[in-house]
T-cell receptor
Framework: SQQGEEDPQALSIQEGENATMNCSYKTSINNLQWYRQNSGRGLVHLIL?????REKHSGRLRVTLDTSKKSSSLLITASRAADTASYFCATVPTGGFKTIFGAGTRLFVKA | EAQVTQNPRYLITVTGKKLTVTCSQNMNHEYMSWYRQDPGLGLRQIYYSMNVEVTDKGDVPEGYKVSRKEKRNFPLILESPSPNQTSLYFC???????????FGPGTRLLVL
């Protein structure tokens, strides 16, 4: 079963607006990662947040992690048409070896 | 250039005809994985390898085999492909199991 679940499944916004995606997971983790995928291509790592961190920034990306709620959010500020892609969260349960990806959020940014 | 390569990129085959998808990384990573991606299901891990000669099942291993005889290579073998294995396959590598994964470009497989 999928540990990570993103919502919404799809999001359509105008260029310049902010986009927020959420991810929930089920077990304890040591870190959570967000990846981006352009249509049918390989995934690209965006950001890693550790379980002892609450918030992390990278350029226009802001990630939060709430381990008590087992959830994370990815905020893309001032979105651009080039941000159109699918976004996935990924986790490895503490002590485990399998990587679990969510089903992803498809973001469409209209120019 | 640091990269993960997969071959072939596209493959059309028939049911029951054995095939191998190769994966190679040049970053000396210990952890390697295979995933399949199907519409609406995200990425599901097929097999992973912690190091040479150490492999284990992911969430959807049925119908697949892997081997890790060298650190850089992690081929995916379909002994008797079936139409439900039609999918987009990705290989990935990382320094460790919880670290950033680097993905290959993907292999689109169609089994008729």
């Amino acid at each position: 079963s999928q540990q990570g679940e993103e919502d919404p499944q799809a999001l359509s916004i105008q260029e310049g607006e902010n986009a927020t995606m959420n991810c929930s997971y089920k077990t304890s983790i040591n870190n959570l990662q967000w990846y981006r995928q352009n249509s049918g291509r390989g995934l690209v790592h965006l950001i890693l947040i550790r379980s002892n961190e609450r918030e992390k920034h990278s350029g226009r990306l802001r990630v939060t992690l709430d381990t008590s709620k087992k959830s994370s959010s990815l905020l893309i500020t001032a979105s651009r048409a080039a941000d159109t892609a699918s976004y996935f969260c990924a986790t490895v349960p503490t002590g485990g070896f399998k990587t679990i990806f969510g089903a992803g959020t498809r973001l469409f940014v209209k120019a | 250039e640091a990269q993960v390569t997969q071959n072939p990129r596209y493959l059309i085959t028939v049911t029951g005809k054995k095939l191998t998808v190769t994966c190679s990384q040049n970053m000396n990573h210990e952890y390697m994985s295979w995933y399949r991606q199907d519409p609406g299901l995200g990425l599901r891990q097929i097999y992973y390898s912690m190091n040479v000669e150490v492999t284990d099942k992911g969430d959807v291993p049925e119908g697949y085999k892997v081997s890790r005889k060298e650190k850089r290579n992690f081929p995916l073998i379909l002994e008797s492909p079936s139409p439900n294995q039609t999918s987009l396959y990705f290989c990935a590598s990382s320094p460790g199991r919880e670290e950033t994964q680097y993905f290959g470009p993907g292999t689109r497989l169609l089994v008729l």
